[in-house]
């Protein structure tokens, strides 16, 4: 899926904003859910990024983790832009080893999309908006307005992962997928 993002993602306008077909998503993640072989390279980019951010919403606890989810919440209210990336760089190192390969997977394809934003129309706000409430969420519901400042939070957050990846996780993010 990911390999999929890192090649269109950046030349399909709309990517992550726009919902592929409900109905073949959701054919397509019973397939995967029964480990059935799946060619997505046959479906529309939109559905392999509908796809994707399901997979997110499913990981349990959220891969930046719930149990700190008041630390990245509150990590963009803390210090410049320097201390803000120490401070992300400290709680990333509180994650599980498969969450942080995963995540920098994640941001090697949002750094690519960015690049292309002028002609993808999908720059780091853009693309923070449609990615961050698949990335955290609360560990207990709130009231909608409770709900509406801490997916702001949650935005500015990723907003900032996704301008500043290549300082947080490393130069290398850019060369992950390799000379695809």
Known sequence: MLSLLYQEGPSTEGIFRRS??????????????????????????????????????????????????????????????????????????????????????????????????????????NLAICIAPSLLWPPVSSTPDIESEFTKKISGLVQFLTENCCRIFGEEITSLFGEI
Request: hydrophobic residues 40%.
């Open 20 to 125: 592929g077909s409900a109905k073949t998503c959701k054919e397509l993640k019973e397939k995967l859910d029964s480990g059935a072989e799946v060619d997505l390279a046959c479906e529309s980019i939109f559905v392999t990024a509908s796809l994707f951010k399901d997979f997110l919403r499913n990981i349990p606890g959220s891969i930046l983790s719930s149990q700190l989810c008041d630390k990245w919440v509150s990590v963009m209210d803390q210090g410049n832009n320097e201390e803000k990336i120490k401070n992300i760089q400290r709680l990333i190192e509180q994650l599980p080893r498969a969450n942080v390969v995963l995540l920098r997977y994640i941001f090697g394809v949002l750094h690519g999309i960015e690049m292309r934003s002028e002609e993808n129309q999908m720059n780091a706000f």
